[in-house]
């Protein structure tokens, strides 16, 4: 079985852009999540999706923004990028809601320039 | 909200050697993951423990909730071992994560 998918893999954006970031879960997942890791430091949580309902949200600006489609796939959207917003954005997917086991996907690596 | 302190930040070890990875945190929580990260940074799940003992193979994971800790045994550690090693706690609908810690084994 396919594990979780996220693309793109890397992506380089300019201040000010917008960027778009999707996931795949698990076959059979319904739930998605999404994480921050910058660098040298744990992931922190960004926002938590269930069968298409916002579940949770971390403390970050309202920029960030993401949905979850019918087919369980999500994507976070990031606006006016800062150079901060530079790392590594991870998707993790779980059968249960809330606390179940989370896989994660190999993420997407975000430079800001 | 929840703090999750992990020791030591880092650790270098022969070829070999066994080592503990000790995680603590601050609030009682539903469960705990471990993950250990790649080089590419990919999170590689190793358990999923909200009390007792786990073993899977070269590893192993206790948790005592009620003290709120959690220890990671890694024995006759490899040079794949290395990377940073992460425990990460479920606490509502989301994993709070510690700052991990840096393992280097040499050969």
């Known amino acids: 079985d396919a594990g979780v998918t996220q693309s793109p893999t890397h992506l380089i954006k300019t201040r000010g852009q917008h960027v778009t970031l999707r996931c795949s879960p698990i076959?059979?997942?319904?739930?998605v999540s999404w994480y921050q890791q910058v660098l040298g430091q744990g992931p922190q949580f960004i926002f938590q999706y269930y069968e298409k309902e916002e579940r949770g949200r971390g403390n970050f600006p309202d920029r960030f923004s993401a949905r979850q489609f019918p087919n369980y796939s999500s994507e976070l959207n990031v606006n006016a990028l800062l150079l901060g917003d530079s790392a590594l954005y991870l998707c993790?997917?779980?059968?249960?809601?809330?606390?179940?086991?989370?896989?994660f996907g190999p993420g997407t690596r975000l430079t800001v320039t | 909200g929840i703090q999750v302190e992990q020791s030591p930040p880092d650790l270098i070890l022969q070829e070999g050697a066994n080592s503990t990875l000790r995680c603590n945190f601050s609030?009682?929580?539903?469960?705990l993951q471990w993950f250990h990260q790649n080089p590419w940074g990919q999170l590689i799940n190793l358990f999923y423990i909200p009390s007792g003992t786990k073993q899977n193979g070269r590893l192993s994971a206790t948790t005592v909730a009620t003290e709120r800790y959690s220890l990671l045994y890694i024995s006759s550690s490899q040079t794949t071992d290395s990377g940073v090693y992460f425990c990460?706690?479920?606490?509502?609908?989301?994993?709070?994560f510690g700052a991990g810690t840096i393992l280097r084994v040499k050969s």
């Open positions: 993790a997917s779980s059968s249960l809601d809330p606390g179940g086991e989370q896989y």
């Open positions: 609030d009682s929580v539903n469960n």
């Open positions: 076959s059979g997942h319904k739930s």
């Open positions: 990460a706690v479920v606490y509502g609908n989301k994993l709070v």
